[in-house]
């Protein structure tokens, strides 16, 4: 198994695509250089644990933002928008895994699945948890998780069981230790949610184009104020912001994929003029487009 090659691909839904392990072991590790390219807005139906393991990472995860420093990390639920950036100037690096919850709880008749799984399915609330190295039931779970981790990507002898064993106990201290008597998320909350994940799935399908905030607005029904609103609450940033952040990105993946020219990847990719490409792209990557292909 060891480890996997982390690349964030969406659909139109920014649901990643990529297969996390496979249907007889449901779990994939990464270790993740965020100097090289950060994680950008995506979601998926498995779990995550993250670990910061370098450095000082920025984690967005829906209308919250979290700078997490070495030796901290983050649980993240199921289908919850999220991306992970440097938090500094000093690179950043993570250890990761993505899983089904069925790698802890077996199928949905068994007792590990009712103990394990489903309290966190029943509450909407809990969508994630910061999980900080100086406190000590914390600092325990990312122990446990750790360990899952170097025993996947050591392919220790045993490693399956190992996994699953010290994985379980990181879910199982972190449910010992979280209030699930919380509300689930108010109704407006969820309404926000839904109408963010319509608003980029909107952009990715038309970010070629000369998109504004009042076409962006338009293809969820609502006014340009509460798609601002919404954006800054979900996101903490703008729709044209947004825009700009999603065709740099497909713009980096294309050089990284063709030999086609900056110029035509800045028009392909929704950009009027080169010269303001090449600004943008110089400011997200730190570097020419040119200089990225050749560092890619």
């Known amino acids: ?176 230790n979280t209030d699930f008597a919380r509300s689930n998320l108010p109704e407006q909350e969820l309404v926000k949610i839904g109408r963010i994940r319509s608003m980029m799935e909107f952009i990715e399908f038309h970010y070629m184009e000369d998109l504004t905030v009042e076409n962006i607005a338009k293809s969820v029904s609502v006014s340009n104020s509460a798609c601002l609103r919404c954006f800054h609450e979900m996101l903490n940033t703008t729709p044209m912001q947004y825009v700009i952040e999603t065709r740099l990105r497909k713009a980096a993946a294309l050089l990284r994929a063709t030999n086609r020219s900056a110029k035509d990847i800045a028009l392909d990719c929704g950009f009027g003029d080169a010269s303001y490409f090449t600004k943008m792209f110089r400011l997200k990557y730190h570097c020419t487009p040119g200089n990225y292909r050749k560092l890619s």
């Not at 990390?73 to 928008?81: C, L, P, R, T």
């Open 1 to 176: 198994m060891g480890l996997s090659a982390c690349s964030v691909v969406t659909d139109l839904h920014d649901q990643e695509l990529s297969r996390h392990g496979n249907t007889a072991f449901p779990i994939a590790c990464y270790d993740e250089d965020l100097s090289q390219e950060e994680v950008s807005w995506h979601w998926h139906e498995e779990w995550e644990i993250v670990l910061v393991t370098e450095g000082c990472l920025c984690f967005d995860m829906e209308n919250t933002r979290q700078m997490l420093s070495c030796g901290d990390g983050v649980f993240i639920n199921s289908k919850v928008m999220h991306a992970i950036r440097n938090g500094s100037r000093h690179p950043g690096r993570l250890h990761s895994a993505v899983f089904h919850p069925r790698f802890i709880g077996g199928s949905m008749d068994s007792v590990f699945w009712q103990t394990l799984v489903q309290p966190f399915f029943t509450n909407a609330a809990t969508r994630f948890l910061v999980l900080k190295e100086d406190i000590p039931w914390q600092n325990e779970a990312l122990q446990c998780f750790q360990t899952a981790w170097t025993a996947i990507g050591e392919e220790q002898d045993d490693f399956e069981n190992l996994a699953r064993y010290h994985l379980s106990r990181s879910i199982r201290n972190i449910l010992r």
